[in-house]
């Protein structure tokens, strides 16, 4: 089975700056990764995803992530983040063998002016 | 295209009572999935329904049970409700189309179950 750990329950950072959010999967098989995030009293909405190919992945609002098999991490960048940003962020693992996603607990964003 | 709806938006509920949730998928996508998102538990997969088939169940109790109609539309069913069960349930559709999986799900906004 697979498994997905976010490293940071929160993470507090300034309009403008960087940032990086982190997950680390566990697993036997090849793994499809995903980043969701999820506004408040929304669902989740796909920020981006890994299927295969190239190890920088890009998604909608800026953000990117890169896979690195050999860290088993999938950590999730935006060189500067907006207010809007503010939300909870979920990385996702599934495989081959099953359509269920597995999520980490969660990082919440928080971005002040 | 519309995106996955799910109905009703907001429920409450009795202990031991039962309770029905609904989803409509995305137009053409015909696997359903639902998840269940709790503070303590975070986001926990429920079961998945293709062409009215149920491919895949998590570890939930036989309170829970689901459908699929020919229409992809989809109703989870919990009996028995207790306070436990209090929790955002959402639903997400995939284009999956039996042959070659595609794994992106796309999330509805939820149902919030709130037992009393």
């Known amino acids: 089975a697979q498994s997905v750990t976010q490293l940071d329950s929160q993470v507090p950072v300034f309009e403008e700056a960087p940032v990086e959010l982190r997950c680390n999967y566990s697993?036997?098989?090849?793994?499809?990764l995903f980043w969701y995030v999820q506004y408040p009293n929304q669902g989740l909405q796909l920020l981006l995803k890994?299927?295969?190919?190239?190890?920088l992945v890009k998604g909608i609002n800026g953000f990117e992530a890169e896979f690195n098999k050999s860290q088993t991490s999938f950590h999730l960048r935006k060189p500067s983040v907006h207010i809007s940003d503010t939300a909870e962020y979920f990385c996702?693992?599934?495989?081959?063998?099953?359509?269920?996603?597995?999520f980490g607990k969660g990082t919440s964003l928080l971005v002040t002016p | 295209k519309a995106g996955v709806t799910q109905t009703p938006r907001y429920l409450i509920k009795t202990r031991g009572q039962q309770v029905t949730l609904s989803c409509s998928p995305i137009?053409?996508?015909?696997?359903v999935s639902w998840y269940q998102q709790t503070p303590g538990q975070g986001l926990q997969f429920l079961f998945e329904y293709f062409s009215e088939t149920q491919r895949n169940k998590g570890n939930f109790p036989g309170r829970f049970s689901g459908r699929q109609f020919s229409n992809s539309r989809s109703e989870m069913n919990v009996s028995t409700l207790e306070l436990g069960d209090s929790a955002l349930y959402l639903c997400?559709?995939?284009?999956?189309?039996?042959?070659?999986?595609?794994?992106?799900?796309?999330f509805g906004p939820g149902t919030r179950l709130t037992v009393t």
């Open positions: 996702a693992v599934t495989s081959n063998s099953g359509y269920a996603l597995n």
């Open positions: 137009s053409g996508h015909r696997s």
């Open positions: 890994y299927l295969s190919g190239s190890t």
């Open positions: 997400a559709s995939s284009s999956d189309t039996g042959r070659s999986p595609r794994y992106e799900q796309y």
């Open positions: 697993s036997s098989v090849s793994v499809y």
